[in-house]
């Protein structure tokens, strides 16, 4: 998409927002939960190498049933995971578009892991920028 759009005349900025300043440095873990209702993220104060290490003691401690009842994902009250979110915030992604004000934002949609943070970024984009077109897929 990036090189059509560069063909056709626009100027064409890739923002890799895994890698910019270090993106893949800026690891944070959620607590997630998907309902019939949406989702809901929160934050848990555990880095992911405690968080691993933490699932590797409770794998050779715990019963295989309660190992289940505590890392499954399927819940009564729907769908639980723990996730990492790695790059750059919404904010930091947010003042970077505003130095450039791009009139075209290509955002890739390239797997289904993708499209809660795809189509959030897309919102807040959105509002705060109305003017400028953004293109998902």
């Known amino acids: 998409m990036a090189s059509l759009l560069e063909v056709m005349g ?3 900025k890739y923002m890799d927002e895994i890698v910019r300043d270090h993106g893949l440095g800026k690891q944070e873990l959620y607590h ?3 309902t019939s209702d949406g989702y809901e993220d929160k934050k848990l104060d555990i880095s992911r190498e405690d968080f691993q290490n933490q699932k590797m003691q409770d794998f050779r401690g715990l019963s295989s049933e309660d ?3 505590k890392y499954g994902a399927f819940k009564p009250e729907g769908i639980e995971r723990v996730i990492v979110k790695t790059g750059n ?3 930091e992604t947010l003042q970077e578009i505003e130095k450039d004000m ?3 934002i290509g ?3 390239i797997a289904t892991a993708n499209y809660i943070p795809a189509t959030t970024l897309a919102q807040e984009i959105r509002k705060k920028f109305p003017g400028i077109k953004l293109i998902t897929g």
Do not use: E, M, T
């Open 67 to 69: 190992f289940i009842k």
């Open 89 to 91: 915030s919404i904010a």
């Open 10 to 12: 626009h100027d064409v």
């Open 107 to 109: 955002i890739p949609l």
């Open 102 to 104: 791009p009139d075209i």
């Open 32 to 34: 997630r939960r998907l």
